[in-house]
T-cell receptor, first 111, second 114 residues
């Protein structure tokens, strides 16, 4: 069973920030939060991951609450090409970990 | 650029034939790879964990004789769908762990069984 809960869909205006929430209330101390996205008919693309500190890279920012029970992925300036299904996953950061996907959030970026 | 290559991207075959899908890690060695299948508008479902030099570990409900997995080298895992039937038509995706902390996915294979 997936360990995360995400809204099934969200809309965002082009150029605005897209904030995608994820609930992972049963996360363990050694589990990281990973975000991937999948554009139609392609393999998932890695976005970002974190343990407890907020993280930022060229694609997005990840905000993790202090109790680590939820997180938010932020796309600072969404474009039409960011329309995709976004998956939030928790997994221990060790070799051989299984990645179990939940239903994800279908983000629609509108012009 | 892509770090995991999956081939073919699309295959159409007749019912009863077998189809092999390759997954290669391009610039790193992957002792562990994963295979998923995905039906339209659904999430990825983990089928099996492929370990180099040993037998694959299959998820519950996945037929190991139907979906043969071979991980003979540190850069290649193959999934063979044996005696394919129309219900096996699906999008198959592989992934590989790089450096014990990053998981990268192939571009997927759309299998259509007629």
């Amino acid at each position: 069973d997936a360990k995360t809960t995400q809204p099934p869909s969200m809309d965002c205006a082009e150029g605005r920030a897209a904030n995608l929430p994820c609930n992972h209330s049963t996360i363990s101390g050694n589990e990281y939060v990973y975000w991937y996205r999948q554009i139609h008919s392609q393999g998932p693309q890695y976005i970002i991951h974190g343990l407890k500190n907020n993280e930022t890279n060229e694609m997005a920012s990840l905000i993790i609450t202090e109790d680590r029970k939820s997180s938010t992925l932020i796309l600072p300036h969404a474009t039409l090409r960011d329309t995709a299904v976004y998956y939030c996953i928790v997994s221990p950061n060790t070799g051989g970990f299984k990645t179990i996907f939940g239903a994800g959030t279908r983000l629609f970026v509108k012009a | 650029g892509a770090v995991v290559s999956q081939h073919p991207s699309r295959v159409i075959c007749k019912s009863g034939t077998s189809v092999k899908i390759e997954c290669r890690s391009l610039d790193f060695q992957a002792t562990t790879m994963f295979w998923y299948r995905q039906f339209p508008k659904q999430s990825l479902m983990l089928m099996a964990t492929s370990n180099e030099g040993s037998k694959a570990t299959y998820e519950q409900g996945v037929e190991k004789d139907k979906f043969l997995i071979n991980h003979a080298s540190l850069t290649l895992s193959t999934l063979t769908v044996t005696s394919a039937h129309p219900e096996d038509s699906s999008f198959y995706i592989c992934s590989a762990i790089r450096g014990q902390k990053s998981l990268f996915f192939g571009s997927g294979t759309q299998l259509s069984v007629l």
